[in-house]
């Protein structure tokens, strides 16, 4: 089905009654968010067999992967609504008055509100858990926000059915009209017009770097600039240290052939680098790598689009200086859909002199840097941008003898893994995932796990109000039973 750019009444019309929702959605009480999500999470789970299979018409991802993803939202969905409930998110702290204190200390309570409407921008490469139901959306609505989407032209239909979804569980828990609103657009104007829009008070995206910057600049070039929580991709570095490698080189090997080539690359926490130290085992596992990875059939990425960016940037990398190929798959499908696995290689020299080849390239394609020593490995880990995660292939001993290393590679991630690959990403409380710029616009939050939620709301503190007028958050009886921290002791008192 073709869809028309939303145009500039419709947006107004829809920022417009998302404003006056907000007036109403905030002061509902966490127990009602949390049922409108869980409405939305069985809305989601009971979806008949139309939506995953226009799902994998639009996408080309496999019907095994997509119930799998759909799954996954559905448990998002859930925890989030239980986390909403819980109210740890709220970050309560009251300092009780101390008036006999000279000068006398004041009644102070703090908590987090709702910032107001959010927009949401689908990711192309997660038509479920980061698109229209997606953990934007889930956790903006926890938080008290309502929820503009934008569907990601790519598959439109899927986050059309996944929009009534969410539509119909507003109506079964009788939220406010227009607490969720549903608008289409190909064109950069729409997304800029929305970012721009006085009653639009923050922004999630997951995608690209050029989108997700620009959509961060238009947010802080507003007159009120506001958060634009964008996820932008990530090389996510593998470090290979010597005794780790010596010891487990093919099994190594194995495992990041199937990590790099996993979906056919499409995520942001494909290992697009891999570095080592000079050697045997380096070559060894290069060549197994590279076996492996040429047993892996091409497969069609989720559209032309991405498709044609893969092929462009993976042949940018490789036709750098100093850039050679170990393996390149042959495309002999025919289909331009389809993502070829490419392993490249280089030394650490060129890498650190050539800004091209730490750019992402979105697919199945990993460069490995061969490095004299390891204070060769620690300069090309001082070098490389913020990323969403870092791997280090170690034993104990290598870990200890390296601390340099390891604070160095600290330094550049959000989740800092050892000994597994950085694909899969745990929807848990303890999940950060995030990470300095540019994998991401603000490092200080993460889009996965109810932690997700304070994205979205803000602290206020109020100071000597009666506690009949307080929020009931707040007030002492705490009729919530949630946790707060009262008088620097966290309790439930």
């Not at 109506?171 to 190909?186: K, R, S």
């Not at 009653?199 to 600039?225: C, H, I, M």
């Not at 940037?313 to 390149?328: E, F, L, M, P």
Request: one cysteine or more; glycine letters at 8%; charged letters at 20%.
């Amino acid at each position: 089905m073709i869809y028309e750019d939303a145009t500039s009444a419709a947006i107004n019309a829809a920022m417009q009654n998302a404003w006056l929702a907000f007036e109403q959605y905030k002061k509902l009480s966490l127990k009602k968010r949390a049922s409108f999500l869980r409405a939305i999470a069985t809305g989601l789970e009971n979806a008949g067999d139309e939506l995953i299979s226009t799902a994998m018409q639009e996408t080309n991802l496999p019907e095994a992967r997509l119930k799998n993803e759909k799954a996954r939202t559905v448990f998002q969905l859930t925890s989030y609504a239980d986390a909403c409930e819980k109210g740890d998110w709220l970050e309560i702290r009251i300092d009780t008055a101390i008036p006999d204190k000279t000068p006398p200390k004041p009644d102070i309570r703090k908590m987090l509100v709702p910032l107001g409407p959010v927009v949401v921008f689908g990711s192309s490469n997660f038509p479920f858990a980061y698109s229209t139901a997606g953990g934007d959306t889930a956790t903006a609505l926890a938080a008290g926000c309502p929820v503009i989407v934008k569907a990601h032209p790519a598959h439109a239909d899927t986050s059309t059915l996944v929009a009534d979804i969410i539509n119909d569980a507003a109506l079964q828990t009788q939220m406010p009209d227009n607490v969720f609103t549903h608008l289409y657009g190909a064109s950069f104007e729409v997304g800029k017009a929305l970012v721009l829009h006085e009653y639009t008070k923050a922004v999630g995206f997951t995608g690209s770097y050029v989108g997700g910057k620009q959509l961060f600049d238009w947010g802080n070039q507003r007159k009120e600039p506001i958060p634009v929580f964008a996820e932008m991709g990530s090389i996510n570095p593998v470090f290979l240290l010597p005794e780790k490698l010596k010891t487990s080189t093919e099994a190594i090997a194995g495992m990041y052939a199937g990590s790099i080539t996993l979906g056919v690359g499409q995520f942001c926490t494909n290992p697009g680098l891999i570095i080592g130290i000079e050697g045997e085992s380096l070559q060894l596992f290069i060549n197994t790598l590279s076996k492996e990875i040429s047993n892996i059939s091409p497969a069609k990425m989720l559209h032309a689009g991405i498709a044609k960016a893969f092929n462009e940037k993976r042949n940018k990398a490789v036709k750098q200086s100093n850039v050679g190929i170990v393996a390149d798959v042959a495309n002999t499908t025919g289909d331009p859909l389809c993502g070829a696995a490419t392993i490249a290689t280089t030394d650490a020299k060129t890498f650190l002199e050539n800004k091209i080849l730490h750019e992402e390239v979105f697919g199945p394609y990993s460069l490995v840097v061969a490095c004299k020593n390891m204070n060769e490995m620690i300069e090309v880990a001082k070098h490389l941008e913020g990323q969403l995660t870092a791997t280090l292939m170690a034993t104990e001993n290598d870990i200890i003898n390296n601390d340099s290393l390891i604070e160095t590679v600290k330094n550049i991630c959000g989740r800092f893994i050892l000994n597994g690959v950085p694909t899969g990403v745990e929807v848990c409380l303890s999940m950060h995932h995030g990470g300095p710029f540019p994998s991401t616009t603000d490092s200080q939050y993460t889009s996965v796990g109810a932690d997700a939620i304070k994205r979205f709301a803000r602290p206020i503190a109020f100071q000597n109000w009666p506690d009949s007028l307080l929020p009931d958050e707040l007030k002492n009886d705490n009729p919530l039973k949630i946790n707060r921290t009262v008088n620097n002791i966290l309790t439930v008192a």
